[in-house]
């Protein structure tokens, strides 16, 4: 194991009613990943060897919180001091017993389940909030433009539907309303357009704006939320045209991290934040209120972090952040986390500078994100 896990408690102690000791090992688990006896946890997709997925649901036994599982990497032994053995968290062999608390695993759909091809998702799906958020997948192709090596997305295999690369938004709302019911955009509460990375500014606004027309003509709302990781659009014109389609005015911009962007992020993306100021620049000029940085955190230095971020605040190109939990999942990735960031309070004193320098963070509630950020921070709407 690269360094011992750490569970550091006294540090935390402000909030009473939140069992410090616990939260450590949920974010360690995101760390170091789980150990199951019995199964092998590599597996071989094009040719490299990747972990396995493991999720973990960790719910509170009384509460109305929405909790999603947390998605991890299934490790060997060496690797992590967690283990799940006959439904059962240990660590380092002792069983964890959270108070008020249930445990349990929540297992992958079969890898013949196409469910990923169908256009759209329900992140929330297996709570009590199952349309609390729908995501529309406009370009499923297998592959991204991004080639970023942090991204999950370069180790897993992507079926491609009909040789295509572009989901007709016609045909997806139809396939959602089929399987869900006609009523079904009534109880959405908001609307994500989750892809891959187009690659071309007009080719993704093209797409944007035909959903858009779609779903207002499906009957969800103009009221609701519609947004979009917009990337893509960097132009001053295109983000002019970006700000007419999407609710509320919020540009969302994929940044990630500061420290090796030109070895860590594909060209497409790794752009040197000297590029990035101005597309940010063109952002507010466009109209856009709100500027949403995506940020995952492990790979940077806290000094390169402070740093970066303080630039921005500076500027005037930061309002928010979407805030991740950096997860690996080949021993190659392992080898991209800092090495400050295998102990848990990094990440508790990650979200104090956001604090210190004014940035709101949304509340992680996705798979894709750390849960144990959620009680860190307040919600921002």
């Given amino acids: 194991m690269n360094n011992p896990t750490k569970v550091c408690k006294s540090s935390l ?19 170091h990943g789980i150990y199951v006896p019995g199964t092998d946890p590599l597996q071989t997709m094009e040719g490299r060897k990747i972990f396995r997925f493991f ?14 599982p947390l998605k991890l990497s299934m490790v060997p032994r060496q ?15 002792e069983k964890l017993c959270p108070k008020g608390m249930t445990i349990r695993h929540a297992p992958l759909l079969p890898e013949e389940n196409t469910w990923h091809l169908k256009g759209y998702t329900f992140p929330f799906e297996g709570t009590p909030q199952l349309y609390k958020e729908l995501r529309l997948n406009l370009r499923i192709s297998g592959s991204c433009p991004g080639r970023c090596r942090f991204c999950h997305r370069w ?37 994500l357009v989750i892809s891959e990375l187009f690659g071309l500014e007009k080719r993704f606004l093209n797409s944007i704006s035909s959903t858009r027309d779609v779903v207002d003509k499906f009957g969800y709302g103009e ?4 947004g979009c990781s917009a990337s893509d659009v960097r132009g001053l014109e295109g983000l002019k045209t970006l700000h007419t389609l999407i609710r509320p005015s919020r540009y969302s911009f994929s940044l990630e991290f500061f420290s090796g962007r030109d070895r860590y992020m594909g060209h497409y993306k790794g752009l040197p934040m000297d590029r990035v100021y101005p597309i940010l620049e063109n952002a507010r000029k466009a109209g856009f ?6 940020y995952l955190a492990g790979i940077d230095s806290l000094e390169e972090l402070y740093d970066g971020m303080k630039k921005l605040v500076e500027l005037g ?25 295998w102990d848990p309070l990094y990440y508790h004193q990650a979200v104090n500078v956001f604090n210190r320098l004014g940035i709101k963070v949304f509340r992680p509630e996705s798979f894709d994100m750390g849960t144990p950020y959620s009680v860190l921070m307040e919600k921002t709407e």
């Fill in 289 to 294: 209120r709100e500027i949403q940085l995506n």
């Fill in 223 to 226: 009221d609701k939320p519609f």
């Fill in 79 to 93: 690797n992590t001091p967690y283990s799940f053995v006959s439904g059962e968290l240990f660590y380092n062999g």
């Fill in 317 to 341: 190109l930061v309002d928010s952040l979407g805030l991740s939990t950096f997860t690996a999942f080949s021993q190659e990735q392992l080898d991209l986390r800092h090495e400050s960031a």
């Fill in 13 to 31: 102690q402000p909030m009473e009613s939140v069992d410090w000791d616990f939260l450590s090992h949920k974010q360690a688990l995101q760390i």
């Fill in 55 to 68: 999720r973990l649901s960790i719910l509170p036994e009384k509460s109305s919180d929405v909790c999603v």
């Fill in 155 to 191: 180790h897993s295999h992507r079926l491609k539907p009909d040789g295509s690369q572009k989901n007709n938004p016609r045909k997806i709302l139809a396939r959602l309303l089929e399987d869900e019911g006609g009523e079904v955009l009534k109880k959405v509460r908001r609307m």
